[in-house]
């Protein structure tokens, strides 16, 4: 079994925190990092809340640390007019546009475990398709914990082609060459309590992975949404319009329906930026999801979305009927 350099412990004491405690530690490996690799860093900046924390972080120590934005073409148009608001930002665009991705790969549905696995069920492989049936077994013969769901095996039936490969064609791929080209190492916003991936990742190694093939820093591993949104406003740090304002979450009683602060802080806007066409974890969305929120707020944007692939569009319609979610 792999040595974990943290234990679950330790990632929940480092959350509770205060906010100041993270800044200065994450600050710290900021520095740790670029002084390991001789300022040749960069910041991985996607025009998200996230990242725009850690731009912030990292430049107030290095004012001239480069950020280095993937324009997919599946941003929100407000991401990227923030993104052009910033200094001493590098551009890099993938060789694929996402319809293009689709009609070659497949579409992102589910989550990038179950895609991967109906992609390569749907090509024989024999892992792959132990996997969707369920039947995988580990090396003492017990059954895998990653085997899919019953839920989720009609996906091999399904009318369209099923895929995980967006985010490498799309995203990956530009930034591994421009590590080939550049030879900066990158210092990314990833948090791990979004993903038990994530999680894990920063079990192994800690905040700065200086070892590997593709070295790699999270300084805000231990943080949490929470304490990224109480820094955007604390610091009246500006931020991408398509969030909204930054507010106090308001519930109401049950019984006379009074409304009452939780504390929580909320974005009146979206949630989260990522893709505007990638249907990963849609399926899990309270409405309106972010497909019913767009037909209102990016009309257009939606009806391209929406309209058959045969037609010039992409096609969603077709796999947000399929796996049961509305638009």
Known sequence: MEELKYTSEDLKIMQSWS?????????????????????????SFSGGKDSTVLLDLARRIYPDIEAVFVDT???????????????NVTWLKPKMNFRQVIKTYGYPVISKEVSKKIYYAKKGSEWAIKMVEGTYTNKDGELSIFNNTDKW?????????ISNRCC???KKSPLN????????????ATMASESSQRKSGWLKTGCNAFDGEHPISKPMSFWTEQDVLRYLKEFNIPYASVY???????RYTKKKKIPKPTGKLTTTGVDRTGCM?????????????KFQRMKITHPKLYEYCMRPIEEGGLGLSKVLDYIGVKY
Not at 73 to 87: A, C, N, Q, S, W
Not at 153 to 161: C, G, I, K
Not at 177 to 188: E, G, N, Q, T
Request: proline share 5%.
């Open 73 to 87: 073409g599946l941003e929100y148009p407000e991401i990227k007019e923030f993104v052009r608001t910033k200094e």
């Open 277 to 289: 066409f990638c249907m990963f974890g849609v399926h899990l969305e309270k409405e309106p999801n």
């Open 168 to 170: 490498d064609v799309m």
């Open 177 to 188: 060459l421009y590590y080939s080209v550049a030879k900066k190492v990158p210092i990314i």
């Open 244 to 250: 909204g304002d930054i507010v106090e979450e308001i």
């Open 19 to 43: 906010l100041q405690r993270k800044i200065q530690v994450t600050q710290t490996r900021i520095i740790e990092w670029y002084q390991h690799w001789e300022g040749k860093v960069y910041v």
């Open 153 to 161: 095996r009609t996906l091999l039936d399904a009318p369209f082609e």
